[in-house]
């Protein structure tokens, strides 16, 4: 019984994902962002609470921490078939549409003209805080994994702390160390051995 349970949950779990990338993904068709993206106003509960929670970073950083990332990423073209390293120019006429202010009106969101927003630096972040959200309520124990963001839900049965071992960039098969995590706590590692190409001779 229990064994079926969890299988249930995990597919719950797996449909939720599924549904959030369809909601906040810019590169799946219909999503909220890429309705945003074509010059729409979206209505979004989910999207424009996230957003909401983030523009005030946005604006302590003076715009360096950026949700209009899209056309700097398009012109970078890191995960194409033929990315190129852009000049000064392009890369300073880019900025300039990644600096502009979103709109939140409720749950409705308007983005500036020629903008297109990205949530690739907290769409795994934010997945975790909502299937967290769903394991909690269903008393499910386990460590909750969305790519390179975990999250610890619940306490393993012997009362130790959860093991998450953080792979070397340099070489997959060995770990650079080993983080411990309690109930609630979250860890999301980022390295350059993800997504790069190489040109030059530079990485």
């Given at each position: 019984m229990?064994?079926?349970v969890a299988m249930l949950l995990a597919f719950r779990i797996g449909n939720d994902r599924t549904a959030l990338e369809n909601?906040?993904?810019w590169n799946v068709e219909g999503s909220a962002v890429a309705r945003l993206n074509q010059g729409e106003r979206?209505?979004?509960a989910l999207l424009a609470g996230a957003v909401g929670k983030l523009l005030p970073i946005c604006e302590a950083t003076g715009g360096e921490y950026s949700l209009l990332m899209r056309p700097l990423c398009e012109l970078w073209d890191v995960t194409g078939e033929e990315?190129?390293?852009p000049d000064q120019k392009e890369i300073a006429e880019r900025l300039l549409l990644c600096k502009g202010r979103i709109e939140v009106d409720g749950d409705d969101i308007i983005l500036p003209d020629?903008?297109?927003m990205d949530l690739g630096s907290v769409g795994k972040g934010l997945a975790c805080d909502v299937l967290y959200d769903i394991m909690l309520k269903k008393g499910a124990v386990g460590v909750?994994?969305?790519g390179g963001s975990i999250v610890a839900c619940g306490?393993?049965?012997s009362g130790e702390r959860w093991k998450v071992a953080v792979a070397d960039p340099d070489d997959r098969n060995r770990t650079k160390g080993i983080l411990s995590l309690s109930q609630g706590e979250f860890v999301s590692t980022s390295g350059n051995s993800e997504r790069y190409f190489e040109a030059d001779g530079k990485r």
């Open positions: 229990q064994t079926a909601q906040l993904s979206v209505e979004n990315p190129v390293v020629g903008s297109k909750l994994s969305v306490e393993k049965p």
